[in-house]
């Protein structure tokens, strides 16, 4: 299938049945509020590490519906003895930019570079990315962040400088918003997401969600 180029003067994306057996959909284009918006409300998230800009849309996608979180007994009491304090949107930037230099096993460099860090911010000064943050005392020890439209979170990363402390936040984010999300956008598989009660559901599926819970 021929993979498209997206001009930067052009707001369009190809449909996602066009996407390669990985995912791939596209490349090219810009991180504008405008085109990410409708890459999300489209099934399509941009990953990439250096330009021209990498979008795709994998079949299957991997997500968690918010009643089918899993908490395990050893993170119940964590979160019993108040180990962590977890907050929301207090340090936006600062959650980006800890998950873009934090060390990942397997992995060589990021793809959330400075261009993405200044898209999100955008779009969070907009109302639509959002942060979560796991302190222990005033040091922020975890966290993860990504965009919110209608009752559909797009996660798009997170990271934890101590034991559980993602867990903590992820969990603790899909309790306190439960009533308000259908469906959250894992993107990709993860041993970490599994264990929390992530799954795979097919692209139609997903893409059936996202519109009927867009707002």
Known sequence: ????????????????????????????????????????????????????????????????????????????????????????????ETVVDRCRTAPREGQDGTWITRDMLRAYTSLHKQGYAMSVECWQGTELVGGLYGVKIGRCFFGESMFAAVSNASKAAFITFVQQYRDQLAIIDCQVHTPHLASLGARFISRVSFLDTVQRNLG
């Open 1 to 92: 299938m021929p993979l498209y180029y997206l001009p930067e003067n052009e707001l369009y994306f190809p449909p996602v049945s066009m996407s390669e057996p990985d995912g791939l959909l596209a490349i090219g284009g810009d991180l504008s509020p405008e085109r990410l918006l409708l890459a999300y409300r489209s099934g399509i998230f941009p990953w990439y590490n250096r330009k021209p800009i990498l979008w795709w849309s994998p079949d299957p996608r991997f997500v968690l519906y918010p009643e089918e979180i899993k908490v395990s007994g050893s993170m119940k009491q964590v979160l019993k003895k108040d180990t962590f304090r977890i907050s929301f949107n207090e340090c936006f």
